[in-house]
C-alpha cells in the first residue's frame, strides 16, 4: 500500500500537465472546424474537453497530501481514473468524427491525433497499470479497426504496426515502472533487513496520526533498542552482527504479522513497531504491554549464528497515539525516552512514556545544556567539609563541588555529577576542581592553616580518561609542593568494580608516585567485595553515611559498622565515618576506634573564607 505513496503526488502533479496540454492542443480542432467549414460539431466538443478539464482541476485542487488518509487518498484516486479515462476518451470521439468524414486529409489528422494521444496516456499514466492499458487500447483499437476496414494490404500492414506500437508503449511504460518501483523500495527499505526505514516508518506515522485525527482512535508505537548489540559487533565482528540484526529482523516480522501491525528498522539496532488502531484506550495499552512482553521473550531466544550461541535482550519505549497535535517527530521522541529508561532501569524491559518521565528528561537536557557554559561563566564554585580527629580537631577536609545557575537556581551535585560523566564534561569540570582545591591548599599553607589531608572527589570517568595522569602530574607541579601533594587524598566510588580492574591499578600506583593517596568512598552501598578492597591500593574507606545515620536507630544492626571498622582495620586501612550528625554517633565512632569523623555535627561544608573563619575559631579554642 505505502508504495503508492509518492505515486499520489505524482498523480496528483500531472494532472495539470495533462490539462495544460489537451486544453491547448484542442484549440487546433476549432481551428480545422473553421478551415473545413464545420462550425458546430469542433466548438461543442471543444466545450466538452474545457468541461472535462474544469473537472480534472477540482481533482486537482482537492488533494491535500498533509491531511488526506491513505483510505481518502484511495477514493480521491479512483474519482481521478474516471476523470483520465473520460479525458482520453474525448479524443476518440473526435477521431471517429473526422474518419467519418469524407477528406481524407481528415482521416491522416485523426489518425496521428489518436497516436500522439496513445503516446501522451503511456506516459503520463506510468504508474497506472491497468488504467494504461485501457485507455490505450481504448485509443489505438479504432485506428486499428479503421486500417483493417480498408481492406487493402497496406492497411493490414500497418493495422499490425498500430498493435506492435501498442505493445512497445505498454512495455515501455511498464520498464519505467518497474524502475520507480525499485527506485521507491529503496528509498524507503532498509537494505540489510529488507524491513521499512525511518523515512517509510516517519510516512507511516504521519498517516497514523491523521486517522487518529479523524476517527479519534488509539495506536501505539513500540521502540525497540538491542541491549549491547555494540558489543557483539565489536567482538564477534560486523558479518555476526548484521546476521544477527537480520535475525531479530525476520523474528519481528513473524510477530508483527500475526498481529497485522508493522515494523521497520530505524537504524542501527533500533527498531520500530507501530499497531492497528483501537476504539478503546485501555485496550490499546493492554494490548501493547502483552505485546512489548512477548517480542521481548521472542527476541530472548537463542540464535545460532556461523556456530556461535547468541543471546541478546532488547529495552523497549512505548508510546501511545492519543493526541492529535502530535508530530511523527514527537511520537518517536516520546518512545526513544521511554526506551532510554527501560536502559537505565536495567535493560531488558519495557517502559511506557508518561509527562513525569518527560520532565525529568527535559531537565536532564537543560542541565546538560547549561552545565556546558557554567565553567565559563564562574557559576562553579567549591566548598570544603572539616574532617575531624577522635579529639575533635580539624585534620583535613573534603572538597564538595557547588553549581549555582541563574535559570536553575542551586543545582546539587548529586543531579549534575552523573550528567557530566555521562556527557564527559567530567573531564573539564574535575581539572577545574583539582586545580582550584590545589590553589586553595597552597595558599593555606603559605598562611599557616595546615592540614593533614585534602580530599577530592575523582569520577572514574575522569581517572580512566587519557589525560587524567599527565593533569595530575603538571598541576602538582604547578601549584603544590612534594610534601603538600603526599597530603592530597582521591576519593573514589566503589562502581569501579564494573570497570577494568588492572588498568585501574595501574592508573593508581601512577598517581601514588606523587606520595597521593586514595580513599574508597560510600563503602558498602556499591559492589565491593573484600577480595576487590585486597586488589586496588587503597589507603582509606569512607563508611557510607546511611550507615552512620542507622547508628541512632535502636531497631537496626549496629553490628554493619563495627564490621566494616574491623575489615578496615585488618586491612590496615584508615577509616572515616561520614555524615556525622549527633553526638551519640560521634561517641559510638571514637569508641570504636573510627580514625577520622566528618558531618554536619562537626560542620556543614563551607566555602573558602567560612572555613577559615572555622579553623580560626578552632584554633583559638
Ligand atoms: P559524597 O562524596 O559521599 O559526599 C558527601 C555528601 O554528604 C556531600 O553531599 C555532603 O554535603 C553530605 N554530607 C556531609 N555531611 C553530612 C551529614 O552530616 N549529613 C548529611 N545528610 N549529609 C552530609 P554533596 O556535597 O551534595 O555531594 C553529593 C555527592 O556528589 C558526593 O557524595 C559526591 O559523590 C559527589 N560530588 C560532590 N563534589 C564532587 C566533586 O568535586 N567531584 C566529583 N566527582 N563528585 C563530587
Ligand atoms: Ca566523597
Ligand atoms: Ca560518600
Not at 598541576?475 to 610534601?483: D, R, Y
Not at 585501574?504 to 578492597?533: A, Q, V
Amino acid at each position: 500500500m505505502l508504495n503508492n505513496m509518492s505515486f499520489y503526488n505524482f498523480m496528483h502533479k500531472q494532472i495539470l500537465v495533462l490539462i495544460a496540454l489537451f486544453a491547448s492542443t484542442a484549440t487546433s480542432y476549432v481551428f480545422f472546424g473553421i478551415v473545413y467549414s464545420s462550425y458546430i460539431i469542433e466548438p461543442i466538443w471543444y466545450l466538452l474537453v474545457l468541461a472535462v478539464s474544469y473537472w480534472g482541476y477540482r481533482l486537482y485542487r482537492a488533494y491535500s497530501d498533509n491531511s488526506y488518509t491513505i483510505e481518502e487518498k484511495e477514493k480521491w484516486l479512483s474519482k481521478l481514473r474516471y476523470f483520465l479515462f473520460l479525458y482520453f476518451s474525448t479524443w476518440t470521439i473526435m477521431f471517429i468524427v473526422y474518419v467519418s468524414r469524407g477528406n481524407i486529409e481528415l482521416h491522416y489528422l485523426a489518425i496521428f491525433t489518436q497516436l500522439g494521444v496513445s503516446v501522451v496516456a503511456a506516459t503520463i499514466l506510468v504508474t497506472e497499470k491497468k488504467l494504461a492499458i485501457f485507455i490505450l487500447t481504448s485509443s489505438m483499437l479504432p485506428v486499428t479497426i479503421y486500417l483493417l476496414l480498408i481492406g487493402k494490404f497496406y492497411a493490414y500492414v500497418i493495422a499490425i504496426l498500430t498493435v506492435i506500437l501498442a505493445w512497445v508503449l505498454l512495455y515501455g511504460s511498464r520498464n519505467t515502472y518497474n524502475y520507480l518501483l525499485r527506485n521507491q523500495f529503496q528509498a524507503y527499505h532498509d537494505y540489510l533487513t529488507k524491513l521499512g526505514n525511518r523515512r517509510y516508518f516517519v510516512e507511516l506515522l504521519e498517516d497514523a496520526i491523521k486517522i487518529q485525527k479523524n476517527d479519534s482512535k488509539y495506536m501505539y508505537l513500540l521502540l525497540i533498542d538491542l541491549d549491547h548489540f555494540k558489543t557483539i559487533n565489536d567482538t564477534l565482528g560486523h558479518d555476526v552482527g548484521d546476521k544477527l540484526l537480520i535475525e531479530v529482523a525476520q523474528r519481528m516480522k513473524m510477530l508483527v504479522k500475526l498481529n497485522n501491525s508493522s515494523v521497520s528498522r530505524l537504524g542501527g539496532d533500533e527498531f520500530c513497531i507501530l499497531s492497528l488502531s483501537y476504539k478503546d484506550k485501555d485496550e490499546c495499552l493492554e494490548r501493547a504491554q502483552d505485546f512489548a512482553l512477548e517480542l521481548l521473550h521472542l527476541i530472548k531466544q537463542t540464535y545460532i549464528i556461523d556456530e556461535h550461541h547468541l543471546y541478546i535482550s532488547a529495552s523497549i519505549g512505548l508510546s501511545i497515539i492519543d493526541n492529535p497535535k502530535m508530530t511523527a517527530s514527537t511520537m518517536i521522541k516520546e518512545a526513544d525516552i521511554a526506551m532510554y529508561e527501560a536502559k537505565s532501569k536495567g535493560r531488558d524491559g519495557v517502559i511506557l512514556f508518561n509527562d513525569e518521565l518527560s520532565v525529568r528528561i527535559e531537565r536532564k537536557l537543560e542541565i546538560e545544556r547549561l552545565l556546558h557554559f557554567a565553567l565559563e561563566n564562574g557559576e562553579i564554585t567549591l566548598q570544603y567539609q572539616p574532617q575531624m580527629n577522635l579529639n575533635s580537631e580539624v585534620i583535613g577536609c573534603e572538597v564538595l563541588v557547588r553549581w549555582h545557575n541563574e535559570q536553575l537556581g542551586q543545582v546539587g551535585p548529586d543531579e549534575f555529577i552523573p550528567i557530566s560523566e555521562q556527557t564527559g564534561f567530567i573531564v573539564e569540570l574535575g581539572y577545574y576542581i583539582m586545580e582550584e582545591s590545589f590553589k586553595t591548599f597552597s595558599k593555606w599553607d603559605v598562611v599557616g592553616i595546615k592540614l593533614n589531608q585534602l580530599s577530592i572527589n575523582i569520577s572514574m570517568r575522569q581517572m580512566f580518561h587519557t589525560t587524567f595522569l599527565e593533569d595530575v602530574s603538571k598541576l602538582c607541579v604547578k601549584h603544590l609542593t612534594p610534601e603538600l601533594s603526599s597530603k592530597l587524598v582521591f576519593e573514589m566510588t566503589e562502581t569501579s568494580a564494573a570497570e577494568d580492574i588492572g588498568k585501574l591499578i595501574n592508573i593508581m600506583n601512577k598517581i601514588k608516585r606523587h606520595g597521593i593517596r586514595f580513599s574508597m568512598d560510600d563503602f558498602g552501598t556499591g559492589y565491593s567485595s573484600l577480595s576487590y578492597l585486597r586488589q586496588i591500593p587503597i589507603d582509606e574507606l569512607k563508611i557510607d553515611k546511611s550507615f552512620i545515620s542507622e547508628l541512632d536507630d535502636a531497631k537496626k544492626d549496629i553490628n554493619m559498622v563495627k564490621t566494616i571498622l574491623n575489615i578496615a582495620k585488618n586491612l590496615g586501612l584508615t577509616i572515616v565515618a561520614e555524615g556525622v550528625e549527633t553526638e551519640m554517633q560521634k561517641d559510638f565512632l571514637i569508641k570504636e576506634n573510627c580514625t577520622i569523623l566528618q558531618g554536619y555535627y562537626f560542620s556543614k561544608p563551607l566555602n573558602r573564607d567560612k572555613f577559615e573563619e572555622y579553623i580560626a575559631v578552632k584554633i583559638k579554642k
